[in-house]
């Protein structure tokens, strides 16, 4: 089992930034890719950015160059650091794992709004 904790969330106005963080505990050996995706009101979850444990990387063609996904390996932590947010980028993102025996696992979620 995995649990996924977020935090991080906020209010911001356009064109600030904001850093989400996801800590990981249970069997945490077993993961092999973490990520997050995000859900807006009456939208579909949809991914925003995944690293594995190759540390390979890919992002949602509406976050590149704007956000950075990344790993602390010693506190079990993923980031997502959220640079120049624009008001579509409101949402509720929640952290993502799989392991390696193909199990998936979300946590809570944690509010973005972007708002002038």
């Known amino acids: 089992q995995v649990q996924l904790v977020e935090s991080g969330g906020g209010l911001v106005q356009p064109g600030e930034s904001l850093r989400l963080s996801c800590a990981a505990s249970?069997?945490?050996?077993?993961?092999?890719?973490m990520g997050w995706y995000r859900q807006a009101p009456g939208k579909q979850r949809e991914l925003v950015a995944r690293?594995?444990?190759?540390?390979?990387?890919n992002y949602a063609d509406s976050v590149k160059g704007r956000f950075t996904i990344s790993r602390d390996i010693a506190k079990n932590t993923v980031y997502l650091q959220m640079n120049s947010l624009k008001p579509e980028d409101t949402a509720l993102y929640y952290c993502?794992?799989?392991?390696?025996?193909?199990?998936?696992?979300w946590g809570q979620g944690t509010q973005v709004t972007v708002s002038s």
């Open positions: 690293i594995t444990d190759g540390s390979s990387t």
């Open positions: 249970g069997s945490i050996s077993s993961i092999v890719t």
């Open positions: 993502h794992s799989s392991t390696r025996y193909s199990r998936v696992y």
